[in-house]
């Protein structure tokens, strides 16, 4: 049996998510994986609760739920400690960076992951701040220190989309990558399609249904979906592209007008971040805009809340998939897979 120590860095929807379903597939990951997974400390914006032989993780939903922070967990919850001073002194071997996603400068997650490789621990990433802002330097630190680094959760999370070009795709040059990535602007697209409503009425039903958050800006103006774009062009394209260097257009102008008019054109209007060679100017581009696609186009037919990523390579053709859940319980799913893949190496330190 392989027993992991791991620290979560972020007990908000998707950190909570994430105790749980290591909890409830406690039977599975040791029939199948033999591991067993410990969370020897969870934090969040308070504070720390540390354990070296294991966490209650039980006990630290329950704290988190009740209390409001993971430190007020009995006897070993540690108000305004902070995590990366206890990592230091710890037997963490895997961080798990759930925190708050700052796509401007990477904020404290990124911090934090730069100390965790430091200490030569593996890292997890579903906060994509640190990946958009510092995924080179993240990259050296991590080769010198012979660690991995994942980030499926910063990625689209449950639709595959950096394992399949990495693994799946090694050795094919990528030609291009073209996804719908956002599940929230994509169920808007839709409704305006199949129903004909404004976007402000789409927008408004995507709430009550909990499909957008309250305040969707990043989502509609396009920035969630340049960050995954991002993050898939400079790891599987190598490009060293930066947020200020894309084209982003958002979704929020358009009108019924333009969805009826698409429709008598058999087409419909989807948000598709895309990376792509653009032969007159000689160089790989990541742009982020509303397209018109064909019946044909493989993306077409995404519905609902759904996401889709279309590959085209050169030795193994075109590759699509679509589906995968939008939800915090399928993005804590898409963290687990990571620290399977990591711990199922053999050079977990
Ligand atoms: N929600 C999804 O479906 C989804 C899907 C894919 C990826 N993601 C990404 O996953 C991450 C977490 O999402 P979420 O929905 O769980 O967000 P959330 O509910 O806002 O949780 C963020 C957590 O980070 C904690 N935190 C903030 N600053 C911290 C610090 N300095 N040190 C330690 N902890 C800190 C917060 O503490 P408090 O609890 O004290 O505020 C909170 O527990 C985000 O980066 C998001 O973009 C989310």
Redesign the pocket.
Known sequence: MNSINIAL?????????LLELVHTKKALLLEQYHLQLNFVAV????G?AIDENGLDVIKVIET?KEA???ASYPEKGYRNA??VDVLKNSNVQIVI??????IENG???LE?AFEAIQLEMHVV?????PIVCGYQQLRDLALEKNVQLKYS??T??ALPTIDLALQSLAGTEIHSIEGLFNGTTNYILDRMTSHGVTYQEALLEAQEKGIAETDPTLDVDGW?TAAKTLILANAVMRTNFSMKDLEVKGITKITPGEIDKAKSQGKVIKLIGEVYFDQKEARTKVKVSPKLLSSEHPLSDVKDALKGVHFLTDTMGELTVIGGK???????A?ALKDVITIASTKYLM
């Open positions: 860095i972020g007990c908000g929807n998707v950190g909570l998510k934090a969040d914006s308070s720390v988190k409001g922070t993971v902070l995590i960076e759930a925190g708050v996603t700052n904020g404290t997650s934090h990433f579903l906060s994509k701040g959760g910063a689209a999370a969630d939008s939800d915090p319980r399928a993005a804590a898409a």
